[in-house]
Nanobody
Framework: QVQLAESGGGLVQPGGSLRLSCVASGVSLDYYSIGWFRQAPGEEREGVSC????????VYGDSAEGRFTISRDKAENTVYLQMNSLRPEDTGVYYCATAQCWSPRSIYAWGNYWGQGTQVTVAS
């Protein structure tokens, strides 16, 4: 049974940082790319970042480039999203999901495996 579990969200001031974690079970990071997606109130879910299974290539959406860093720990079967210089427009629920991604900006959910989401609120 595939399960993804996010954690690390919270309330942070503009310019602050957060580190999100996505623990995967029932799925190996050697075979599945993992993406982070964000859904803001009233908006469609968008791809934020992704790390590919085969070679660990990282892909970022326009809003994340230069501020966010995705990484993974295969031993812990965990994918991280380090978010720096946070802005109010980064507010939303962040989900991790199995994905497909390729440079420069393509990030798509794939396989319909999603976590429950973690809320990130950037406000002063």
């Amino acid at each position: 049974q595939v399960q993804l579990a996010e954690s690390g969200g919270g309330l942070v001031q503009p310019g602050g940082s957060l580190r999100l974690s996505c623990v995967a079970s029932g799925v190996s990071l050697d075979y599945y790319s993992i993406g982070w997606f964000r859904q803001a109130p009233g908006e469609e879910r968008e791809g934020v970042s992704c790390i590919s299974s085969s070679d660990g290539v990282t892909v970022y959406g326009d809003s994340a480039e230069g501020r966010f860093t995705i990484s993974r720990d295969k031993a812990e079967n965990t994918v991280y999203l380090q978010m720096n210089s946070l802005r109010p427009e980064d507010t939303g629920v962040y989900y991790c999901a199995t994905a497909q991604c390729w440079s420069p900006r393509s990030i798509y959910a794939w396989g319909n495996y999603w976590g429950q989401g973690t809320q990130v609120t950037v406000a002063s």
